[in-house]
């Protein structure tokens, strides 16, 4: 390894969702394959690759001001590369604007095609030329790319790519192109491999994980590709997301009871708790329909917990809406939730409604609604008080000096200990519970 100072460095800023930062750990595996080696801080680095969201405009601007930021970088070393991809550059006319306000970015793909990065990033040392290249539709999956994974003893795994829903406020299946299931033999070798290699926790990851094999490619419902994979020898959680209300059904509540290593945990976005708006949502369940569902793995499962998505401010939503959201939430009682103020996304069919929101109608609704989530959050860390709990320790927070876990609920759990805990399952003794976070004292370390 003479020639290591002689190595190029790679930085990637990832932005969305966990989908996308399983995709940047693809990246960062196509840029290891090039020799690339990774670099904490942006000026050391020899290339730059910004993997993009559009999911919310406050995303977008996130992303179009880190860009805008490195223009002076790029000026001080044009051997720099920068390059820009995802869902963003994805999103119709987003290349052009981007292309007009940053002229030095170097390399644009999009989240159809970031499998290609190692062609075009050669194709632009070759040429020293803007390289841009968008895939319009969404080709074969592609099963040759290594992810060099940075979360042990986390893995994430896809299961599907893309979405067929379109939901009326959504870019997604705009973006990410039509549903694809991965098949079954990919998906077990991989988590097989996984287990192998000492990761503990394994989440199955699609935008509908329901849906998995619904075009019949796989032979295989997601029910039955759960159970294969928690019947994989070795200690280990699993955990899936996302579960879309309109196709949850009994068969994975049934897996979940047979193996104790999935995870009592359902992220079930409702999104809201009118009807009306679930309809004009084109979300194709009721209010109803939803807590049924609950009900229905409460009875199976009565420890299971449930977590959420909720839009506020969506077109036409009225305070009477808005109540009956607030009321699903006391009535479900869920275990946290994301809480988003709808933004307009063009393309969308949402983005044409009449009754668009006004801000401070929003504003005032999703501070009414945190409150409301906080509050429940925190009663339920006050449960938590005085109970062991097992948490899979993930890290060491440095500004805290403790190591952080998380139980099967994904309620993070500090903790002091003097040998390395990351990769163990550890018993916690809860002491104290602060908002979302717990602080306990290691009752029992296990592998
Ligand atoms: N496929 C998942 C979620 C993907 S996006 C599902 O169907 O539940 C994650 C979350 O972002 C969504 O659940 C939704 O709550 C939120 N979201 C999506 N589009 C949005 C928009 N235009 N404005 C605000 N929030 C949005
Ligand atoms: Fe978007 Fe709906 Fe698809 Fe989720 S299911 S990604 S919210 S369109
Ligand atoms: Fe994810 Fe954002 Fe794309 S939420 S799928 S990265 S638009």
Not at 75 to 90: D, H, R, Y
Request: proline letters at 3%; aromatic letters at 8%.
């Amino acid at each position: 390894m003479g020639n290591y100072a002689m190595q190029e460095k790679y930085h990637i800023v990832t932005y969305g969702c966990q989908m996308n930062l399983h995709e940047s750990e693809k990246i960062a595996g196509i840029l290891r394959g090039m020799q690339y080696v990774e670099t904490p801080t942006l000026g050391d680095a020899d290339i730059i690759v910004f993997n993009t969201c559009c999911i919310r405009e406050n995303a977008e601007n996130h992303a179009f001001g880190n860009i805008g930021a490195l223009k002076k970088l790029k000026k001080q070393k044009p051997s720099l590369i920068i390059a820009v991809g995802g869902c963003m550059t994805q999103e119709a006319g987003k290349t052009e604007a981007l292309k007009k306000k940053f002229p030095f970015i170097d390399v644009m793909f999009g989240a159809l095609n970031f499998e290609e990065l190692q062609r075009l990033i050669e194709e632009k040392k070759r040429t020293k030329k803007k390289v841009i290249e968008i895939r319009e539709k969404e080709g074969e999956i592609v099963e040759t790319i290594t992810p060099y994974r940075a979360s042990y003893p986390n893995a994430w795994i896809n299961i599907t790519y893309g979405c067929n829903n379109f939901c009326s406020y959504c870019i997604v299946p705009y973006v990410r192109g039509r549903e694809r299931s991965r098949k079954p033999e990919y998906i077990l070798a991989e988590a097989e491999q996984l287990v192998k290699d000492g990761y503990k926790e394994i989440t199955l990851l699609g935008q509908n994980v329901n849906s998995y094999g619904a075009d019949g490619s796989t032979g295989m419902t997601f029910a039955e590709l759960l159970d294969r994979v928690a019947s994989i020898e070795g200690n280990f959680r699993v955990r899936f997301m996302t579960s879309h209300p309109k196709d949850f059904t009994k068969d994975v509540v049934d897996v979940m009871k047979k193996h104790s290593k999935i995870c009592r945990l359902v992220h079930l976005p409702v999104q809201s708790g009118s009807n009306t708006v679930l309809a004009e949502m084109n979300r194709r369940y009721t209010r109803e329909k939803y807590l049924q569902e609950i009900q229905m793995l409460r009875e199976v499962l009565p420890e299971a917990e449930v977590t959420t998505d909720i839009i506020v401010g969506f077109p036409g939503e009225t305070e009477e809406d808005y109540l009956q959201t607030e009321d699903l939430v006391k009535q479900v009682n869920f275990a946290s939730a994301f809480t988003f103020v709808y933004s307009k996304r063009a393309g969308t069919r949402a983005s044409t409604m009449e009754n668009q929101i006004p801000e401070d109608v929003q504003k005032d609704r999703i501070m009414r609604l945190v409150e409301l989530v906080n509050s429940l959050t925190r009663q339920k860390s006050e449960t938590y008080v005085g109970k062991t709990v097992e948490i899979l320790c993930e890290g060491f927070d440095e500004k805290k000096g403790m190591y952080l876990g998380r139980d099967e609920f994904g309620r993070m759990g500090y903790f002091n200990h003097d040998t390395d805990c990351i990769g163990k399952f550890i018993d916690l003794k809860i002491i104290r519970a602060n908002g979302i976070s717990l602080y306990g004292e290691v009752v029992d370390i296990k592998d």
